[in-house]
């Protein structure tokens, strides 16, 4: 499966962005969906997963509440609503995918995915 990320790019703190990932090449219904980020020397880490279906979803304890994940699996989509953003989040965002079923031990850690699309930045102002 490929992934197309979009939706990056400055803000100032407590503004909203929305990323989306587009999926192609397969069925997209069959994917678990994550977020991850990675900081300027930083590590990358997990910021949300959803299951195949939608019907469950895992959310980074530094982004609950001001985030969410979401898809649309009729346009091979899914997406990540960011609110109330702070500085700490500036980041290179990635979108990845792996083909489920979900299992939230395994999709909070980057090696569980499959598929990776390319970085989208987000830099938060403050």
């Known amino acids: 499966v490929q992934l197309q990320a979009s939706g990056g790019g400055v803000v100032q703190a407590g503004g909203s962005l929305r990323f989306s990932c587009a999926a192609s090449?397969?069925?997209?219904?069959?994917?678990?969906m994550g977020w991850f980020r990675q900081a300027p020397g930083k590590e990358r880490e997990f910021v949300a997963a959803?299951?195949?279906?939608?019907?469950?979803?895992i959310l980074a304890d530094s982004v609950k509440g001001r985030f969410t994940i979401s898809r649309d699996n009729a346009k091979n989509t899914v997406y990540l609503q960011m609110n109330s953003l702070k500085p700490d989040d500036t980041a290179d965002y990635y979108c990845?995918?792996?083909?489920?079923?979900?299992?939230?031990?395994?999709?909070?850690?980057?090696?569980?995915?499959?598929?990776w699309g390319q970085g989208t930045q987000v830099t938060v102002s403050s």
């Open positions: 990845a995918a792996d083909q489920g079923p979900f299992r939230s031990w395994r999709h909070q850690i980057a090696s569980g995915y499959d598929y």
């Open positions: 090449g397969r069925t997209f219904s069959g994917y678990v």
């Open positions: 959803i299951a195949p279906s939608g019907n469950r979803l």
